[in-house]
């Protein structure tokens, strides 16, 4: 039996600071000997391409890396909003949508990427450590959950600490400053 090499699924946070790690980790991935699938969502993929004054359908993240031999492979999928739909005027509604329907879509895409390749490789999930869906979607799918924090160390210290810090005194507590 041939040996196979493993197959990430990875899948960021819709979000530029989110994506940008995710994307630096999939091509060190893949430069290991891994098969990546990086999934974002459409309206990320848009904001991206329009960025680079590209359309849509041109705008490939992983193309190059893929000209040098890596297996990137790139998807999108919809984050159950129209593109139009403004998600930083209407963020209450957009995180709404977020914590409600997001899961579902992302284990859609996992049942896609994984019949794709049925029987033929081990799956890891990748995904933001603060996303609250990966764990139940990776045990769901028998894979391996691999949480990332993709913020800088001193974010997740803070949140960490919090209440330490409350505490202390060190930041506002009951509405006012120290």
């Not at 960025?51 to 159950?80: C, H, M, V």
């Not at 603060?130 to 139940?136: F, K, M, V």
Request: charged residues 20%.
């Amino acid at each position: 039996m041939a040996q196979t090499k493993p197959h990430a699924i990875v899948i960021p946070y819709p979000y530029q600071g989110h994506v940008t790690p995710m994307i630096s980790l999939s091509i060190r991935l893949a430069s290991r000997g891994f098969t990546i699938t990086f999934v974002q969502t459409e309206f990320i993929h848009h904001f991206m391409s329009k960025a680079q004054n590209l359309p849509a359908a041109n705008f490939d993240l992983f193309a190059e890396a893929r000209k040098s031999g890596l297996d990137i492979r790139y998807t999108t999928f919809s984050d159950g909003l129209p593109l139009e739909f403004d998600r930083h005027l209407n963020f209450e509604e957009y995180w709404e949508t977020m914590f409600r329907d997001f899961p579902d879509l992302v284990d859609e895409i996992v049942v896609r990427t994984m019949k794709a390749d049925e029987g033929m490789r081990p799956f890891l999930l990748v995904a933001d450590t603060i996303s609250s869906w990966p764990a139940t979607i990776a045990k769901k799918h028998n894979m391996v959950n691999v949480s990332l924090w993709t913020e800088p160390a001193i974010v997740f210290s803070l949140n960490y600490h919090l209440e330490l810090l409350k505490r202390n005194g060190h930041v506002p507590y009951n509405g006012k400053s120290t």
